[in-house]
């Protein structure tokens, strides 16, 4: 499937911290970047324009990203859409973490990296240097790891809704397992 094949009626979301905590704290870690792929077009929103990426993602029927994670950290800056937060709720579309739907269907924990291995045969850049790298100005560096990770979310999302299976890869054993998921 090609860039522009993804139904335009769902938005891809990857979010880059503006810094790391040393406990999970979304509100804390802020946003430092956001892309997003809709309608075969890659955004990418820094803090200061999140009100435009509000804007595009109520557009969307869904949003898409790798888990809890993109929500918790944008909510924080619902409120400066110019909408109360419960107003600014009711407006963004629907979110799906891929991530969170293959742990859930496999039972356990998996990467957003080991399904993208087993099923597309791609791999992520680390996420977790991502934000020392915004930090640092390496803005085209951190621009291309989101829309690799962009692209990644589109084809898994459309794996799982057209093949209704995706792989992982035990760590230990090294073999290799379907994840199915119901119609």
Same mark, same amino acid.
């Given at each position: 499937? +090609? ?11 990857a ?12 509100a804390?870690?802020?946003?430092a ?50 909408d ?18 293959? +742990? ?6 998996? +990467? ?22 915004? +930090?640092?100005?390496?803005? $085209?560096?951190? $621009?291309?790891?989101?829309? $690799? ?35």
């Amino acid at each position: 499937m +090609s860039a522009t094949d993804e139904t335009p009626e769902t938005a891809y979301v990857a979010v880059v911290p503006r810094e790391t905590t040393e406990d999970y704290d979304p509100a804390a870690m802020g946003v430092a970047v956001v892309g997003v792929l809709y309608d075969g077009t890659v955004y990418y929103f820094g803090e200061d324009d999140l009100p435009r990426l509000f804007d595009l993602l109520e557009r969307a029927e869904r949003f898409v990203g790798v888990n809890d994670y993109v929500v918790e950290a944008l909510e924080p800056y619902l409120g400066e859409n110019g909408d109360s937060d419960e107003e600014a709720d009711g407006d963004l579309p629907p979110f799906e973490g891929v991530q969170t739907r293959v +742990s859930d269907a496999l039972g356990q924990r998996v +990467s957003l990296n080991n399904v993208a291995k087993a099923t597309l045969g791609r791999e992520r850049d680390d996420p977790r240097r991502l934000p020392l790298e915004w +930090s640092e100005g390496r803005e $085209k560096t951190v $621009k291309r790891s989101l829309k $690799k990770d962009l692209l990644i979310l589109r084809d898994l999302d459309d794996t799982i809704r057209d093949d209704r299976r995706v792989h992982v890869t035990d760590p230990r054993t090294m073999e290799e397992t379907a994840v199915e998921f119901d119609g």
